[in-house]
């Protein structure tokens, strides 16, 4: 039996998705903005978290389309993947975990919500 971390985001692209692939885009990266609600003293404030996303396969291929389509940063996306850390290595080639959420066929979806005029 496996144990997954599904997850569920709404939130604002913050820049274009690094794309990966050499003949065929293979997998995009991106971040979302997410604004919390968080009552304090029957206040209600708003905080900004911020999401790495990695989306895989077909995927990033509709990334692609939409992000040549007027670009991804903020557009608003919706996102449905599972938590993961990506492997990656810095300068030194050390390495190291970053906290991403996956988004592959199969495991996920992603919809952007929000057309370019």
Not at 10 to 17: K, Y
Not at 61 to 72: M, R
Not at 85 to 109: C, K, N, Q
């Amino acid at each position: 039996m496996y144990d997954y971390a599904q997850v569920q985001l709404l939130g604002r692209a913050t820049d274009n998705a690094s794309l990966h692939g050499e003949d065929k885009i293979t997998k995009a990266t991106f971040t979302l903005a997410l604004n919390i609600p968080i009552r304090r003293a029957g206040q209600t404030e708003s905080r900004t978290i911020y999401r790495r996303i990695m989306v895989l396969g077909h995927f990033a291929n509709y990334v692609e389309s939409c992000q040549k389509d007027g670009g991804l940063k903020g557009r608003l996306i919706n996102v449905l993947g599972v938590m993961d850390d990506e492997r990656l290595r810095d300068e030194d080639d050390e390495l190291y975990y970053e906290e991403v959420t996956r988004v592959a066929p199969g495991a996920g979806s992603i919809k952007i919500m929000d057309r370019r005029a």
